[in-house]
């Protein structure tokens, strides 16, 4: 066991973690945010992803001693109080799920792109999304909820 210092969803915190433990299982487990959820659990699916300093990661596959001194957020620190995120917004409003198992991934990984390009193109958007798989193929609608939650955003 190791104490890690980490911040998240914007809460300092001080966290024990086993040798060897991946990021998924301490926030799931330990911290009961399951937002984040299990799929291959071998990096391939994307359900998992969080951010970990504004990057997308997949949780599965991440170490959680590498979030030592560094910033994660999980669909559940996505949304500034009351008010959904754009991206989330955008999901609802389009509904880009069925199962909704994918969308946390989906949504935080979106969050990431944005992050760095705010007016992504269709192809961009498909091509950023790749490493997350949606089982329900609502793929055409979660491509048109990333660029509209993009609207929204440059508009401010
Ligand atoms: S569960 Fe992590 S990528 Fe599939
Ligand atoms: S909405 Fe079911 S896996 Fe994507």
């Not at 991440?62 to 559940?76: D, G």
């Not at 992050?115 to 048109?144: M, N």
Request: overall charge positive.
């Amino acid at each position: 066991m190791a104490a890690i210092d980490w911040t998240v969803n914007g809460q300092r915190r001080r966290t024990d973690v086993a040798a060897g433990a991946m990021l998924l299982d301490v926030l799931r487990d330990e911290l009961k945010l399951t937002g984040a959820k299990p799929g291959c659990g071998e990096g391939a699916c994307g359900a998992c992803t969080v951010l970990l300093d504004g990057r997308a990661v997949k949780a599965c596959v991440t170490p959680a001693l590498s979030a030592r001194n560094k910033t994660v957020v999980t669909i559940e620190g996505l949304a500034r109080g009351e008010e959904l995120h754009p991206l989330q917004q955008a999901f609802l409003d389009v509904e880009a799920y069925q199962c909704g198992y994918c969308t946390p991934g989906m949504i935080l990984g979106a969050a990431a792109l944005l992050e760095r390009e705010p007016a992504p193109g269709e192809a961009r958007v498909r091509q950023a999304l790749e490493g997350h798989i949606c089982r329900c193929g609502t793929y055409p609608r979660i491509v048109e909820a990333v660029r509209r939650a993009a609207l929204e955003m440059r508009r401010g």
